[in-house]
């Protein structure tokens, strides 16, 4: 490339800027309509009539009889970063509306031929035309009108960009993205009159129902007959989510109507869809899906809805809270509603081991412990046993005192006598005897608990654990939920264990092999274990040893 060859470097024209812009916010008709409803709504709309032409290629056109526009604002109104919605940058951590930008009347504009007539109740109507981002005329009538509100005609998308028409898909395609977007207002805005023209078809008119957001989704989703819905709703944390699930379920995803919609707007959420569709498998059979619309309605400082130009993505701060509520609500709803009683579980001890059986003439082998062995540190340690041995006796001498832990052991008084433990084959007994003997009743958790998981479960031992009680979900990439826990192990750090269990790749028959590394953890569960056990059995199997300083030092 010679020199005369080098083109220098120059700024775009804004009308580019804008079409640049434009090809972000706006890729297909059905992401003009969802701008223009999403104004209507924001401009406190009660009446909103719709009109399509050519799957909105030649006219998008959405009247409503909102709060106007101004004369005097009517063509900043469709500058780029224009806006009534925000102030400053901390807005958009508390939105209460649809747009915030100031972006999408400029993309559209300066993509089409647009049409804009305004007013605000009792001042005169305010025209505006503007042609491929260029302003054309800019009236105002003389009179003014009682009533208020907006009507945008959008014709000939992209007709000044060919490029973007490459990009437009067939026909049917793009009815259905364009339905989609109708039904998302119906279903968000039941409070609103709504009224749609498809070319040159009869107007279909959805009168509002107040907040009677039930019917509006059986009017909206319905095809040939009526639906059988299932209503479930539950709130934890300031979080509401609230679900419609139709009884009626096929194959596949053609024809489904499957909405997710965070504080009023639709969005995507691969994770949390998985989730609503696998926690329903109570309600329909395997391998089929039905109709759902979901709604979340959370704080608006917990969701940020800023990473997507079309705003379709939002970014839940606490996601895992989310996902566990969405679960919780479904599985345990459905459960409620079912007529037939579950059948009582049977006491199955096919996968609990008998633990400690092999240990009979087992040796005593425990690893160094880790600390200063010193002379002054050992001297201090014996002191301390001195000492737990020199105070007075309590009215009640049967109690187990946690002097101190190490890596794998704890050393314990008891009626004056110091035993050493081995904390995981103490906590592997404890386990295998509460679900030996104990009540394996799944308690659903209030809110499901998250686990921190390195591989996949499969799903018979999802069924083994929950025959014991543990219910666990798959919610997609190898994040699970825990969501019920046998009733016998109320005081036993069973999330903790369970995690341990899956991760070192145990089976059920193996948790006295488990190696458990958090010491906070077992201090806190040592008295209770100790208090449960039988010290005189725990002692026979190896599991506490006896101590007397001589030993105590041999073994240091």
């Known amino acids: ?126 025209t505006i035309k503007i042609h491929g981002g260029e302003v054309v005329t800019l009236d105002q009538d003389r009179e003014a009108i009682n009533e208020s509100g907006t009507s945008m005609y959008i014709r000939d998308l992209f007709y000044n960009t060919p490029a973007r028409m490459k990009f437009i898909q067939s026909k049917t395609s793009e009815r259905n993205q364009l339905d989609k977007i109708v039904k998302a207002f119906l279903l968000t805005q039941p409070n609103i009159k709504i009224s749609v023209k498809w070319d040159d078809q009869d107007k279909k008119v959805y009168s509002a129902c107040g907040e009677d957001l039930k019917k509006r989704v059986e009017e909206t989703i319905k095809k040939n007959r009526p639906l059988n819905l299932v209503e479930l709703n539950s709130t934890y944390d300031q979080t509401n989510f609230r679900v419609f699930l139709s009884r009626e379920s096929s194959r596949g995803n053609a024809g489904k109507s499957q909405f997710l919609f965070v504080n009023g707007r639709l969005v995507q959420d691969t994770a949390i869809h998985k989730i609503i569709l696998n926690s329903s498998y109570s309600l329909w059979p395997q391998g089929e899906t039905g109709n759902y619309c979901a709604y979340i309605d959370i704080p608006s400082e917990r969701v940020d809805v800023n990473i997507h130009p079309n705003k379709i993505q939002v970014k839940f701060f606490e996601a895992p809270k989310i996902y566990s509520l969405v679960s919780s609500a479904i599985k345990d709803g459905l459960a409620k509603q079912r007529r037939e009683t579950p059948q009582p579980r049977q006491e199955q001890n096919t996968f609990i081991p008998s633990i400690g059986a092999e240990k009979q003439a087992k040796e005593v082998e425990y690893r160094s412990f880790d600390f200063d062995s010193s002379n002054s540190s050992l001297q201090n340690y014996f002191d301390r046993l001195d000492n737990a041995h020199s105070q007075p006796r309590p009215d009640n001498t049967s109690e187990y005192n946690l002097l101190s832990t190490f890596e794998d052991c704890s050393i314990f008084s008891y009626e004056d006598k110091i035993y050493l433990v081995s904390t995981p084959e103490l906590m592997a007994k404890w386990l295998g005897c509460l679900l030996s003997t104990g009540d394996k009743t799944p308690m659903p958790l209030l809110v499901s608990q998250p686990l921190k998981l390195l591989k996949k479960v499969s799903s018979p031992f999802q069924n083994q654990l929950l025959e014991i009680g543990f219910e666990i979900d798959d919610i997609g990439e190898n994040n699970y939920v825990l969501r019920t826990f046998p009733q016998c192990l109320k005081n036993f750090p069973f999330k903790e264990y369970l995690e341990s269990l899956l991760n070192q790749g145990k089976t059920l028959n193996e948790l006295s092999k488990l190696c458990i590394k958090d010491q906070t953890l077992w201090s806190r569960q040592h008295r209770k274990a100790l208090e449960e056990l039988s010290l005189p059995d725990l002692l026979k199997e190896d599991i506490v040893v006896e101590l007397n300083r001589q030993r105590l030092k041999k073994l240091l």
């Open 1 to 126: 490339m010679g020199q005369s060859d080098l083109k220098k470097i120059q700024l775009l024209p804004e009308h580019i800027i804008d079409q640049i812009k434009a090809g972000e916010v706006i890729e297909r008709p059905s992401t003009l309509l969802k701008e223009l409803l999403e104004n209507a709504v924001d401009a406190g709309s009660t009446q909103i009539d719709i009109e399509l032409a050519n799957n909105g290629l030649d006219l998008v056109s959405v009247k409503d009889n909102g709060k106007g526009i101004p004369f005097e604002d009517l063509d900043l109104a469709f500058c780029r970063h224009a806006t009534s919605k925000i102030e400053n940058f901390e807005d958009l951590y508390k939105l209460s509306t649809y747009g915030f930008r100031g972006e999408a009347l400029a993309s559209i504009a300066s993509i089409s031929k647009l049409s804009c007539i305004s007013n605000p109740k009792g001042r005169p109507e305010g």
